[in-house]
């Protein structure tokens, strides 16, 4: 389980997060709503150890992360999928799946058949470079690399942005399966509010670096949800 509990973010003299708390449960997906520049990738990144925190403190399944690095977090089970996907275009699909392989033990360097079952296209494209994939497989393949780490919390910056709605059905039936598994905590940020809805167990909207609305499938408040994105 994910505890974030009063995180603070700076870069110079611009406070990014102030005293942003957020869980995340193994079997659930947690959604980050909100519009552009509100903190929702600030604080993927404050999670993942990309920018330190000011203050506030940060737990996966009781253990501290607050000071690691992002290379330690990695080893403790913390896969993300930046904003953007940052593949590595001269590479081919098969080795930037590998490069996946980073924090795990070398008995556990294989690629696990969920993520070609997952994604059927990375496996008949494994000898394609990166760069040669369209918008939505490489989105399929950034997925497919963090998949590679064996997370136990899974943070996803924006999926959808910019991809076809066929590759949108694809990865919300994704995230979807990932939650069932039961075994991992899922972070979705995300813009397009029915995709999130359909996937999400906990909701917070941000606003100002802040979490300024947050509830449960079993309580949203549409009309409240929607008021709070558009601050």
Do not use: W
């Not at 406070?15 to 604080?43: F, H, I, M, W, Y």
């Not at 992002?70 to 098969?94: C, H, N, S």
Request: glycine fraction near 10%.
């Amino acid at each position: 389980m994910l505890e974030a509990d009063r995180i603070s973010l700076h870069y110079g003299a611009a406070q990014a997060l102030r005293d942003v708390s957020l869980q995340a449960e193994p079997g659930k997906v947690t959604c980050v709503l909100g519009r552009n520049g509100v903190g929702k990738t600030s604080l993927l990144r404050a999670l993942v150890g990309h920018h330190p925190i000011s203050s506030g403190t940060i737990r996966l399944d009781g253990a501290d992360l607050t000071g690691l690095r992002p290379y330690e977090r990695a080893r403790r089970g913390v896969a993300y999928v930046p904003q953007g996907r940052e593949i590595f275009p001269l590479l081919t699909v098969e080795e930037n799946l590998q490069t996946g392989f980073a924090p795990l033990k070398r008995s556990e360097r294989e690629i696990p058949n969920d993520v070609y079952s997952l994604f059927p296209v990375l496996e008949s494209m494994l000898r394609r470079r990166g760069g040669d994939l369209s918008g939505g497989q490489q989105q399929q393949l950034a997925i497919g690399r963090a998949l590679v780490m064996r997370p136990r919390l899974l943070l996803l910056d924006e999926p959808t942005e910019g991809i076809q709605p066929s590759i949108i059905k694809d990865i919300g039936r994704a995230i979807a399966y990932l939650r069932n598994l039961g075994g991992i905590a899922i972070v979705l940020v995300e813009q397009y509010l029915d995709f999130a809805r359909e996937l999400g167990d906990h909701f917070a909207v941000m606003d100002r670096g802040q979490v300024v609305y947050s509830c449960t499938r079993e309580t949203i408040d549409a009309e409240a949800l929607r008021r709070a994105m558009s601050l």
